[in-house]
């Protein structure tokens, strides 16, 4: 008797669930668009967040390596021999691609002569990106 209980009630849900799929015909066109439109807009802002940090590595790149050269030929110009202003010393000997640097020295108003201001301006495809001062002394 308890099998004729439990089998009417077992019916009745297999039943209700089979009418539910039978009325599901498929996503409708409005649920495709939506769908559509965000994983557009997901896209979108990826490719566009990949696109700005490839321009910041470039930008970090040509910084790190404009202040490294300009360091450098502050470096290399104090273990040049000293000569007196105005003056240009040489530039460092090997300077990556793009870049170049121009060294100039200049005398220190109200100074004795022993003592200059170098200016060492770093470019890049001819424009300028860095300029770095510091003094030079002849010892």
């Not at 498929?26 to 769908?35: H, K, M, P, T």
């Not at 100039?104 to 022993?114: I, K, L, P, T």
């Amino acid at each position: 008797m308890r099998a004729n209980r439990i089998l009417p009630i077992f019916s009745q849900n297999w039943l209700r669930r089979l009418t539910a799929t039978r009325r599901e015909n498929g996503a409708g066109l409005a649920e495709v668009l939506i769908a559509l439109a965000i994983t557009g807009t997901v896209v979108v802002v990826f490719l566009s967040s990949l696109s700005t940090g490839a321009r910041a590595v470039g930008v970090i790149y040509e910084r790190t390596t404009a202040q490294n050269l300009a360091r450098s030929q502050l470096e290399y110009t104090r273990s040049q021999d000293y000569v007196p202003a105005p003056a240009s010393y040489e530039p460092i000997p090997s300077l990556p691609p793009d870049f170049t640097v121009s060294v100039q020295a200049s005398a220190v108003e109200d100074r004795d002569d022993n003592i200059q201001k170098i200016t060492v301006t770093v470019y890049r495809n001819g424009e300028s990106i860095l300029v770095m001062e510091d003094f030079k002394v002849n010892r």
